[in-house]
DNA sequence: GTTT
DNA sequence: TTTGACG
DNA sequence: AAACCGTTCAAA
């Protein structure tokens, strides 16, 4: 991502405003499926603000300009002028009383959602990392409904990853490791193709996880999952499925994840494995808007449930009129228009 | 919450 | 069978 | 007022 010039203090209002609004949302997730909406509403308004390249000031105090601006309607905009005028937003500080503020953070691990969390301090009274810790030695996680060996095990690893901090890997440590795993897999009897796609096909700075997918014939996939969760760099398996399976790796704890398709599926698979999910969510919608839906396995028509397209990236974008597009673009923002 |  | 998580 | 992406899969 191009370094956004020198205009990190004029823009700082906005980085701020983001960054309350992702909380925001954030404890709407966690409020449950009531807020949902408000919680995708915040979420969209911060993406908004973190895309802008002029400062938010500009608008001043006028609620129609602001209200202009996507995802951000009256109700974002009054609170966009609070926060300027007095460096605050109520409703944020009131969000922050009636939820577990502290926790709300480990909604950003893989593996533990809105409803996790929300059971962990339902059940326990747990309010800050430490209760939470607390808790898990004393074996008080098993008791929970829905808390079984893996899921307890992931909370442990978070607690503690979370303590030496998340960490992202560097995009090129990440294409290293991740190509060496895609080579591996590639030599597997049954394997047709293999190939890296998430976030470190669309070349991001740092990536969370190696994401492999694979294509084959079904008669071999199960075969494959077992040979790639034995393979030599995995320190220990999270999961392990008939399609998929997540892994930790020996060389710094990075995460990999392997999903095996037929081989017709391989665009679609490739291009909802590759995201960005923004990218993935417009095109789905413009899909919806000429009759059409995507999933990971194809494109269908909605009324006859023909199948469209899905076998290439390429396939899928030009049923769309659109050009190809380079992972490195696909990051939900006007890559779409366009075409 | 916003958009249609 | 239900549900949480995913890009 | 109603929609707001869309699905499967693993885990419980």
């Avoid at 509403?41 to 129609?64: F, Q, R, V, W």
């Avoid at 002028?81 to 577990?100: H, M, S």
């Avoid at 492999?212 to 999961?239: G, H, S």
């Avoid at 081989?263 to 000429?290: C, V, W």
């Amino acid at each position: 991502m191009p370094q956004v010039l020198s205009s990190t203090t004029i823009l700082q209002h906005n980085k701020e405003l983001a960054h309350i609004f992702r909380q925001m949302s954030d404890c709407y997730k966690y409020l449950g499926p009531d807020e949902r909406f408000r919680a995708i509403a915040y979420d969209t308004a911060s993406k908004t603000l973190s895309n802008m390249t002029e400062p938010i000031d500009i608008y001043g105090h006028d609620i129609k300009k602001l209200d202009e601006l996507k995802g951000v309607g009256e109700r974002i905009a009054g609170k966009i002028i609070e926060y300027i005028d007095t460096g605050r937003i109520q409703t944020f500080e009131k969000l922050k009383q009636q939820v577990p503020f502290a926790l709300l953070e480990l909604m950003d691990v893989e593996g533990i959602g809105p409803a996790t969390v929300r059971t962990l301090h339902d059940a326990l009274q747990v309010n800050t990392r430490d209760d939470l810790i607390h808790a898990v030695e004393q074996g008080k996680l098993s008791a929970i409904k829905g808390f079984g060996e893996k899921k307890i095990n992931t909370l442990m690893k978070v607690l503690k990853l979370d303590k030496q901090e998340n960490k992202r890997m560097p995009l090129q440590l990440a294409e290293r490791i991740g190509n060496e795993l895609v080579r591996f897999v590639e030599k597997m009897p049954g394997v047709v193709q293999a190939s890296l796609a998430g976030s470190a096909r669309r070349k991001k700075e740092t990536v969370g996880d190696i994401d492999i997918i694979v294509t084959a014939e079904r008669r071999n996939w199960k075969k494959i999952i077992r040979r790639f969760v034995q393979l030599p760099q995995v320190k220990k398996v999270l999961a392990s499925g008939e399609t998929k399976a997540s892994v930790i790796l020996t060389e710094n704890d990075v995460q990999a994840d392997i999903r095996i398709v037929h081989p017709d599926e391989y665009g679609a698979a490739l291009l909802y494995f590759t995201g960005s999910k923004e990218h993935n969510i417009q095109l789905r919608s413009m899909a919806k808007r000429k009759g059409c839906k995507i999933n990971e396995y194809g494109v269908y028509d909605v009324h006859t449930n023909k199948r469209l397209a899905g076998e290439t990236e390429e396939g899928i974008y030009r049923l769309f009129n659109l050009p190809y597009i380079d992972p490195v673009k696909r990051l939900g923002k006007d890559e779409l228009q366009a075409g």
